[in-house]
């Protein structure tokens, strides 16, 4: 008999935590994804993207907008909002001092005291003291509450992650689509220069009675559209620098020193990638967290169905006058226990614990549809990396032959064989193909930076 009074004693004291742990809490994931070891990979975005950023000044501009971002510094107040609540809940597994002062005059009428002369009908009532009050966790909602916050913690600091993550490749990206326009649009004013130089060419011709009209007409065609073109190069630039202004915080940004680096960014990986990449993505991790938050709640929700017992105590100084309170005032103490037990709440602890289990399988079917997004994005990018550096390649083809056709028109010219005509209509060609290869490099470029971005930014 003895020994179980003692152990239910022990049971008593040391109290058990209600609720899986979710310290360890692994999200089941569906079957037929491949490896999902997050060792797995060739290295491509571990590293920070710092590592994938090869100008300097273009490093400069991403340390700027990861400064000054406004979504950004969003995310940095709730990053401090979320650990002020962890801390909040810490806090509340620790005891309670409360000092407490009473004070007040009370005077009785006649009626009341008909013998004022024997007892005083003025009383001024004065007093301190020093309540202490401890909560012992027996069913671990304290604990749970703290492990919900911590969670919490890890959940918004992925998110922050997460967003660097966007700026950064967002920065990066529209640094690439500036470089790549401006000099397109370079190429397109060669092409409209050339073009207006042919169609004087043709005037004259048309003059002398060498050309027809429709051959004025089909310069003079050739010319407007160029024009047109251009100026469709021209709005994307403008739209480029805006988005890339708002990105950093700005209002403008100059780009022009980019203009000149014609490595901007490292090429991307050549190898296999493993699916165990995804989980080292911040969205991945911090929807992770949040699953284990909603775990670590359920918890919380079942301790509340149970008795709440608080140690509670109190010391003080209590006198009928101010004058009297520490020379003949009362010592007043006391300690015991405050037990609150619930009895009848209509269902609702039964309810609460069915709400958290229900978030708690929220938050996994939300975890397997991140990693699920990850896995896609992952694929999409590396296909549309591959694909643009084969576009690259033959591009590149195409820009020699043009070259060396360009050459070769270059000598017929000096040699008298063709017209100063036929070399303009090379070097229109020899404009569009770099205007065709700034496209394609600007392509692989921009794939690089999302494949980068889909594996998680290496943060």
């Known amino acids: 008999m003895r020994t179980r009074v003692f152990l239910l004693l022990l049971c008593l004291v040391s109290g058990c935590v209600l609720g ?21 990979g060739n290295g491509f975005g571990d590293s920070p993207w710092r590592h994938l950023v090869k100008g300097r000044e273009l490093r400069k501009l991403v340390d700027q907008a990861l400064l000054e971002n406004a ?3 969003v995310a940095e107040a709730r990053v401090r909002k979320a650990r002020a609540r962890a801390g909040m809940e810490a806090a509340q597994r620790l005891a309670r001092l409360d000092g407490v002062g009473i004070g007040g005059v009370s005077r009785q009428s006649k009626e009341e005291n008909p013998f004022p002369a024997l007892v005083n009908p003025d009383r001024s009532p004065m007093g301190f003291a020093v309540e202490f009050a ?8 304290k604990k749970r509450g703290r492990q919900a916050a911590e969670f919490e913690v890890l959940a918004v600091e992925w998110d922050r992650a997460a967003l660097q993550t966007e700026v950064a490749a967002a920065v990066v990206g529209e640094t690439l689509v500036i470089q790549a326009l401006s000099l397109q649009l370079e190429s397109m004013e060669q092409i409209v220069e050339l073009e207006a130089q042919s169609l004087a060419w043709v005037g004259k011709r048309v ?21 047109m073109e251009a100026e469709k190069y021209r709005e994307d630039l403008n739209m480029a620098q805006r988005a890339l202004a708002e990105w950093c915080g700005r209002g403008t940004v100059s780009v022009g020193s980019f203009r000149s680096e014609r490595e901007l960014v490292s090429r ?3 190898g296999d990638l493993r699916a165990g990449v995804v989980l080292r993505r911040p969205d ?58 619930p009895i009848f709440d209509g269902g609702e602890g039964r309810k609460r614990t069915e709400q958290a289990v229900a978030a708690a399988e929220d938050a996994h079917a ?64 020899q404009a569009r193909a770099e205007v065709l290869w700034w496209d394609s490099r600007r392509r692989e470029s921009v794939a690089t930076v999302d494949l980068f971005r889909a594996l998680g930014g290496g943060w």
């Open 20 to 40: 899986p742990d979710p310290e360890t809490a692994e999200p089941e994931l569906p079957g037929g994804l491949g490896s999902l070891d997050p060792g797995s």
């Open 284 to 341: 991945v991790a911090a929807s992770t967290a949040r699953y284990r938050q909603a775990v670590a709640r359920i918890g919380i929700a079942e301790a509340s169905r149970w008795p709440e017992v608080q140690i509670v105590g109190a010391s003080g100084q209590l006198s009928s006058s101010l004058s009297d309170l520490f020379g003949n005032g009362a010592s007043t103490y006391g300690l015991g226990l405050d037990l609150r037990v």
């Open 268 to 270: 991307g990986p050549s």
């Open 134 to 141: 401890w909560e012992i966790d027996w069913w671990g909602r």
């Open 207 to 227: 003059k002398r009675g060498e050309e027809g009209k429709d051959a004025y007409l089909e310069a003079e065609n050739r010319l407007a559209r160029v024009k």
């Open 71 to 73: 979504d950004l510094k």
């Open 366 to 429: 939300s975890h397997v549809g991140v990693v699920l997004r990850a896995l896609r994005e992952v694929g999409t990018s590396a296909d549309r990396m591959q694909s643009a550096r084969r576009v690259r390649e033959e591009v590149e083809g195409v820009r020699r032959i043009v070259g060396e056709q360009l050459a070769i028109e270059r000598r017929r010219v000096a040699s008298g064989e063709v017209t100063g005509e036929a070399l303009r209509r090379r070097e229109i060609e």
